[in-house]
């Protein structure tokens, strides 16, 4: 009891602890709750105002929908307990109506679950988009791409002054090549205005996707570059586009530049040959090096075969010497075990003698004390039978003298019925006189009051039930 007492004041210190941390930290996040609406206000203050009315936004969607599933659940346990009450009355049942009421409700749980189904496939859907913009966000920052897409107040002027050094610098050039870098010096370089890293996942999806349903193309990419909009991403597209076309075509003028440039330097420049034993000289010496090469790397790769050699036959002598090692330590386990298995061998073999000593011995006793108690018992029984026969026969005796008296009591009684007649007849007015004992009780109760009037002078007053005037004479 005084266990169990500890036990419950124990639960009960326990409850009352968590009770006290849960209320601290509710206070602590309600704390920093304020702190951070203070601070959010102060800093960003635009911001907060979009998160702000969007988390009321959400508060208010989803008091709404928890209020459409009260409404739901409460018209299923309404309809459940209709059909429970008309079971109950199991005389008077209206089959179509309880039919009526389990389709309803079968219905109303179907078209419930079916738009519980579509919502959470919506959140699962916003919950994977939302996933790829984090994931997107946090590569871009870890990459350190905080560049904007938009163009900076002089956007116009450096991109006519860009022009005109590019026209000047690439003059003598093809006009291919001056087509490219001049749209690329309109177009805000390489990545066509937008950072390194929403160009490289474009780039990344756009090589993967398939060119023939570049339609799809835009909405598959939006989770995957956040902060751009499917106008954006369809205009970088057709910049991208351009871009590979102007690209082929430099590549290709390019390789026609090369071409014509070559065949110009074989026209117009020769070739001096050099002299054949000076090429011989050369090619002897180079032979020679390569050779003293050869033999250095074949020496020291015979040096590494050994220096290998040793250390593999080290290695297997020691293994060998360890493999000994535990072999003697398993040999010499085995013989401990066996020594200690015939140890135990003759401790049974011991136990099991001492036992069986013990067994008989107590046999032997327990045959004994038999023996010495049925001499016993065989010497009393004569007693006992004695003593019963004469209990036995002082009872029959009695039983015969109550059986003789009850004779001669009926004898008797015989008797004096022929001698006295017995004539009794009714008297129906004895029931309302006092008996004897009443009448003396009252005459000791008179005297011991001194008077010498009689409370049987007088007719005796039984108490009745009250009758109406009106319904005296009636009857």
């Not at 010497?321 to 085995?334: C, I, M, P, Y």
């Amino acid at each position: 009891m005084e266990f169990k007492s500890f036990i419950e004041s124990r639960e009960e210190l326990k409850k009352q602890s968590l009770i006290k941390d849960v209320t601290n930290l509710d206070y602590r996040i309600n704390s920093l709750e304020e702190q951070k609406r203070v601070i959010v206000k102060s800093d960003f203050r635009s911001e907060f105002v979009q998160l702000d009315n969007l988390s009321n936004s959400l508060s208010k969607d989803r008091m709404d929908h928890f209020k459409y599933i009260k409404t739901i659940l409460s018209k299923v346990a309404a309809n459940v307990n209709r059909v429970g009450m008309e079971l109950k009355d199991m005389r008077n049942i209206n089959k179509d109506f309880i039919k009526q009421l389990i389709n309803d409700i079968d219905a109303t749980t179907s078209k419930f679950k079916e738009e519980q189904r579509k919502i959470y496939e919506d959140l699962i859907r916003e919950d994977k988009q939302l996933t790829l913009e984090i994931e997107a966000i946090s590569g871009k920052i870890e990459s350190g791409n905080f560049t904007k897409s938009s163009k900076g107040p002089d956007s116009t002027s450096l991109s006519s002054r860009s022009h005109s050094l590019v026209s000047s610098a690439n003059a003598n050039l093809p006009q291919e090549i001056i087509d490219f870098d001049r749209f690329l010096v309109e177009s805000q370089g390489l990545n066509g205005g937008w950072d390194q890293y929403d160009h490289s996942m474009f780039v990344k999806h756009y090589n993967r996707f398939n060119k023939n349903k570049l339609d799809e193309f835009p909405e598959i990419l939006l989770p995957h570059v956040p902060g751009r909009s499917l106008e954006q991403i369809n205009e970088h597209l057709a910049w991208y586009q351009q871009y590979l076309q102007l690209l082929d075509r430099k590549k290709q003028a390019i390789t026609q530049w090369k071409e014509c440039k070559i065949s110009k330097s074989e026209e117009s420049t020769f070739i001096e040959e050099e002299d054949d034993e000076t090429k011989s000289k050369k090619e002897e010496a180079r032979r020679l090096k390569q050779e003293e090469i050869q033999k250095e790397k074949a020496a020291k790769l015979q040096e590494w075969k050994e220096k290998m050699r040793l250390e593999d036959e080290a290695a297997a002598e020691q293994k060998r010497q360890e493999e000994n090692k535990k072999r003697e330590a398993k040999e010499n386990e085995n013989k401990r075990r066996a020594i200690l298995r015939e140890m135990v061998k003759d401790y049974k073999h011991q136990r099991k003698e001492t036992e069986e000593f013990i067994a008989l011995e107590n046999e032997v006793k327990a045959d004994a004390v038999a023996e010495h108690r049925k001499g016993l018992n065989s010497s009393r029984m004569t007693e006992f039978w004695e003593r019963d026969l004469a209990k036995m026969a002082e009872k029959r005796e009695k039983q015969w003298q109550q059986a003789v008296e009850e004779e001669r009591k009926q004898e008797r009684l015989e008797r004096l019925k022929d001698k006295v007649p017995v004539v009794v007849e009714r008297d129906p007015t004895r029931l309302m006189r006092p008996t004897k004992v009443y009448e003396e009780r009252v005459k000791a109760k008179w005297a011991e009051s001194g008077s010498n009037s009689s409370i049987l002078s007088g007719p005796v007053k039984v108490q009745h039930r009250a009758v109406p005037t009106w319904r005296a004479n009636i009857g």
